[in-house]
């Protein structure tokens, strides 16, 4: 059965930093996999999907990385703003064809 | 602007009512999605649709029910309401059951059991 881990769970950063967040998943046979962002009160923005043909994606400040054979994607964002701060989800298709969510990282970028 | 649309946005029910969410989308998507979202768990996928016609349960179908009415809507029933239902309902729709270019969600609606 799939897992997906999202550490950390919550993370503060000065603004101007680069960071990145890193997804770890147990069933290395992935369709594809997903990053989001949802603000409070909101629903999901997608930022990034990546194959699992492919090494990374690349979108704006924003890069996704996938290491299949390790079961690991990070997301870096470079430059972080204020605007940043919301929380991350990654999402993984495997076997089932159904989105298997982490519980997300809270992002705070303070000003 | 093209998407995924839910309605209402936000529903306090006594325990034992019911109530439908509904979904629709723009975007000539195949597939659509039921999932709810709790503190620490992540999403839950509740039930979906593969393509129009067909529905199948996710991992925690029980007390609910669906119904995927056409191609662009797919509503969510709740018979009769429990405070464990007490979430947050996110629809989504993807072009395909594979998802080979992923998933489109709707802004959610916010449901209060009480």
């Known amino acids: 059965k799939q897992e997906v881990t999202q550490i950390p769970a919550a993370l503060s950063v000065p603004e101007g930093e680069n960071l990145v967040l890193n997804c770890s998943f147990t069933?290395?046979?992935?369709?594809?996999l997903q990053w989001f962002r949802q603000d409070p009160g909101k629903g999901l923005t997608s930022l990034l999907l990546?194959?699992?043909?492919?090494r990374e994606q690349t979108s704006g400040r924003l890069n996704a990385s996938l290491d299949k054979s390790s079961g690991r994607s990070t997301l870096y964002i470079a430059a972080s703003q204020p605007g940043d701060s919301a929380t991350y989800l990654c999402a993984v298709k495997s076997g089932t064809y159904k989105y298997i969510f982490g519980t997300g990282t809270r992002l705070k970028v303070l000003a | 602007n093209a998407g995924v649309t839910q309605t209402p946005k936000f529903q306090v029910l006594k325990t034992g009512q019911s109530m439908t969410l509904q979904c629709a989308q723009d975007m000539n998507h195949n597939s659509m999605y039921w999932y709810r979202q709790d503190p620490g768990m992540g999403l839950r996928l509740i039930y979906y649709s593969a393509s129009e016609g067909t529905t199948d349960k996710g991992e925690v179908p029980n007390g609910y029910n669906v119904s995927r009415l056409n191609k662009r809507e797919f509503s969510l029933r709740l018979e009769s309401a429990a405070p464990s239902q007490t979430s947050v309902y996110f629809c989504a729709s993807s072009e395909t059951w594979t998802g080979g270019y992923g998933y489109t969600f709707g802004s959610g609606t916010r449901l209060t059991v009480v």
């Open positions: 990546i194959q699992s043909s492919q």
């Open positions: 069933d290395s046979a992935i369709y594809n």
